[in-house]
Nanobody, 120 residues
C-alpha cells in the first residue's frame, strides 16, 4: 500500500504565496520523478512541475518564474512553493510520484488533491 498525503492548500489573495507539501509513505523501495499537476473542474489535468531524484526540474510555461518545486529524498516528500499567485492558478492540485514498490513493480501514485483558490 502506498499513500501520498498533500497539505498546504487554501485561499489566498492574488499576489500571495502558498506552499504545498506531499509526503509518500508505505511499501516504497524507491521514488523516481515526483511532480505536481492541477485540474480545474471540467478541464483536463495539466502538468505544473516535475522533479527527478537528482533535482532536475521542469515547469509549465504558465508557472515559470513564479513556482518552485523541490524535494527531500530522505523524507519522500515533494514541495511546491507558489509565489505571485494569480486567479487563473485556482485549481485542485495533485501530487504524483513514480515509484518502485518492494515487490519490484513500478507504480504511479497520486495524492487526493488539495484545493488552491486565488481571489482577485
Amino acid at each position: 500500500q502506498v499513500q501520498l498525503v498533500e497539505s498546504g492548500g487554501g485561499l489566498v489573495q492574488a499576489g500571495g504565496s502558498l506552499r504545498l507539501s506531499c509526503a509518500a509513505s508505505g511499501s516504497i523501495f524507491s521514488i523516481n520523478a515526483m511532480g505536481w499537476y492541477r485540474q480545474v473542474s471540467g478541464k483536463q489535468r495539466e502538468l505544473v512541475a516535475t522533479i527527478t531524484t537528482g533535482g532536475s526540474t521542469n515547469y509549465a510555461d504558465s508557472v515559470k518564474g513564479r513556482f518552485a518545486i523541490s524535494r527531500d529524498n530522505a523524507k519522500n516528500t515533494v514541495y511546491l512553493q507558489m509565489n505571485s499567485l494569480k486567479p487563473e492558478d485556482t485549481a485542485v492540485y495533485y501530487c504524483n510520484a513514480n515509484l518502485i514498490r518492494y515487490s519490484g513493480t513500478y507504480y504511479a501514485a497520486w495524492g487526493q488533491g488539495t484545493q488552491v483558490t486565488v481571489s482577485s
